[in-house]
């Protein structure tokens, strides 16, 4: 175990080593009371990880996916190309079965697939093996960046406000280390700006009361936690004035699926006429589909609810729907914030002008 001291900062995730290292990560089942990395020395304990949330957010589980690829070819890097292939196909299949809904992850398992195809019959399984660990290095360097922009185009939208609300944990722990929704609070912060976060404690996992109010505490921002059913009261008072979540995946039209609620908290803002942005960077955009008919929503266990953290809190045998994320439709949402700039307003036109391209459907 280490303990995470003030002013410094460790990434989310990392790599160790070279071919043959490993994963570390921050343990985010055990925050906000413990501080633990664990190590992942094989594609199971990396499906794992994702699955069970030790490393969550679109991005971060993106990452986690990359470097996923690197462990499941190590025992194979001195055997024959067919061989290195099929279990690169295999890893890139086990990895895609450990959460359905955010696209980065199906976005970073493809890209490793295609950089791999690119250096096919070039050079040798060893060789391509340290060409991939380079990759999901860049990745991993590219998050870092587009986060930093996210935060300093995400900045002038804060310009006016003093209250923001933010759903779910979009921060540095859904990243290597600086976030999405909460890059534009950073950068502001570091500014010398005074915001005042209200964060939803986040029903059912709780990502917001142990994540990201545990995030902003750290970084010295002050916030005020509340219960996800006081963002009305909070808004009718009058102490926000920008709502600013994270994205897990954003269709061609900009209908953005995130933690479920996040819908409800887009209505409330429209309803109390605050601006309602969406963060979150290109690889998390999937222009192969219209719209958020088309999201695939992941169905999580009856006990997230019943038996939130240990203890029964339900009745035995009571029916249980358990949706961990919802869509938000573009109308609703007054920008999307990605590493290239602002799009605004959100519709099919700014996606595509912005992105300045049309991505390809995410096959792994
Ligand atoms: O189930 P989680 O904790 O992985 O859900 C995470 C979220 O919904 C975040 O808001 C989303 O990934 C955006 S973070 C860039």
């Known amino acids: 175990m280490s303990a995470q001291q003030p002013g410094q900062v460790i990434p989310t995730l990392s790599w160790i080593g070279g071919i043959d290292g490993h994963l570390r990560l921050i343990d985010q089942t055990r925050l906000p009371t413990e501080f633990v990395e ?7 304990a990396v499906w794992e990880a994702i699955r069970k949330l030790k490393v969550r957010g679109a991005p971060a589980i993106g990452i986690a996916a990359a470097f996923g690829m690197c462990l499941g070819i190590q025992n194979t890097v001195d055997a024959d190309e067919a061989a290195f292939f099929a279990r690169l ?3 890139a299949d086990q990895l895609a079965t450990s959460r359905p809904t955010a696209v980065n992850l199906f976005w970073a398992i493809a890209r490793m697939k295609d950089f791999a195809t690119k250096l096919r019959g070039k050079f040798p399984p060893r060789e391509m093996a340290k060409a991939l660990l380079g990759e999901a290095t860049a990745i991993w360097e590219e ?8 935060g300093r185009h995400g900045v002038e939208l804060l ?3 003093r209250g923001v609300l933010t759903h779910c944990n979009a921060g540095a722990l859904v990243t290597v280390d600086y976030g999405t929704a909460l890059a534009p609070i950073f950068a502001a912060h570091e500014a010398g700006k005074r915001l005042h976060v209200y964060v939803d404690e986040t029903r059912p996992l709780l990502q917001g009361a142990r994540l990201t109010a545990w995030e902003l505490q750290q970084r010295g921002v002050e916030a005020t936690l509340i219960c996800d059913s006081m963002a009305a009261q909070v808004m009718r008072e009058g102490r926000v004035q920008a709502v600013i979540v994270g994205a897990d995946r954003i269709a061609a039209n900009g209908d953005t ?3 479920i609620g996040t819908y409800s908290v887009a209505l409330l803002a429209a309803a109390h ?6 963060a979150a960077p290109s690889s998390t955009f999937d222009l192969s589909i219209e719209s958020g008919e088309q999201i695939p929503i992941e169905q999580r266990q009856a006990e997230e609810i019943t038996h939130g953290f240990g203890r029964q809190t339900a009745p035995t045998g009571i029916d249980v729907y358990n949706p961990a994320f919802d869509v938000t439709p573009a109308k609703l949402i007054h920008a999307i914030i990605c590493e290239h700039g602002v799009i605004r307003p959100v519709d099919r036109e700014q996606i595509s002008s912005m992105l300045g391209r049309k991505l390809e459907k995410q096959s792994v």
């Open 273 to 278: 006429n605050i601006p309602f942005y969406v």
């Open 38 to 44: 664990i190590e992942c020395h094989d594609v199971p």
């Open 143 to 150: 998050d870092r960046a587009m986060c930093r922009a996210i």
């Open 257 to 259: 699926a995130n933690k």
């Open 89 to 91: 196909q295999a890893t």
């Open 159 to 161: 310009a006016d406000v």
